[in-house]
């Protein structure tokens, strides 16, 4: 079946490395995403890994897949106050047309 | 390049009304996606429409309805509205092929009274 799963909250400080961690249950994805969500705005796509990469990076942001536990990883690097947003791990599938959503990480950025 | 475009922003409505949202995708992008973003529940999947055609739905009942049109654009209709429908529409689209990355609007926030 297709569930995926976040921890609620996360609180760094500014400047440390903030990683947010995301398990999912099917094999048969395809993309698995990280999004971005402000108050009152919309979801950005922050970046996105094909299944059958392990790795990518794109300036700050580094996401980590292992396929074999389900796991997907999101750390951000010199997390700064602007981070402050609800962050959502996806993961969408062939013909299926819907993306599936955690309920969302909350990260707050302490000064 | 403008992204997705959703009207109205906010929409207040009375139990039993119909509600119309709408939705603009990028330029290019064939596929439109309809979620649900209620308080508590997380984002649910409601529609699917590619090319004109409706290709999948998710767990909502018959009232939440929607078309896309030539130009790609959508609409969502949700008929006899109910209380628990108040939540953050949000419309993404994407290119051809279903599990290309959505791209997402800001939503329109619906309201209950």
């Known amino acids: 079946g297709e569930d995926v799963e976040q921890s609620l909250f996360l609180s760094v400080r500014e400047g440390d490395s903030s990683v947010i961690n995301c398990t999912y249950t099917d094999s048969s994805s395809t993309y698995l995403y990280w999004y971005k969500q402000e108050p009152g705005a919309g979801l950005q796509l922050l970046t996105y890994?094909?299944?059958?990469?392990d790795m990518k990076q794109d300036q700050r942001l580094t996401v980590l897949l292992n396929k074999k536990d389900k796991h997907l990883s999101l750390r951000i690097a010199d997390t700064q106050t602007g981070d402050s947003a609800i962050y959502f791990c996806a993961e969408s599938y062939t013909n299926a047309g819907k993306s599936t959503f955690g309920d969302g990480t909350t990260l707050t950025v302490k000064p | 390049e403008a992204g997705v475009t959703q009207s109205p922003t906010h929409l207040i409505k009375t139990r039993g009304q119909q509600a119309t949202l709408r939705c603009s995708p990028i330029?290019?992008?064939?596929?439109v996606y309809w979620y649900q973003q209620a308080l508590g529940l997380g984002l649910q999947f409601l529609l699917w429409?590619?090319?004109?055609?409706?290709?999948n739905r998710g767990n909502f009942p018959p009232r939440f309805s929607g078309r896309q049109f030539p130009n790609y654009s959508s609409e969502l209709n949700v008929n006899a509205l109910e209380l628990e429908d108040s939540a953050l529409y949000l419309c993404?689209?994407?290119?051809?092929?279903?599990?290309?990355?959505?791209?997402f609007g800001d939503g329109t926030r619906l309201s209950i009274l």
């Open positions: 330029s290019g992008h064939t596929s």
């Open positions: 429409y590619d090319e004109g055609e409706e290709r």
């Open positions: 890994i094909f299944s059958n990469m």
């Open positions: 993404a689209s994407s290119s051809q092929g279903s599990d290309q990355p959505q791209h």
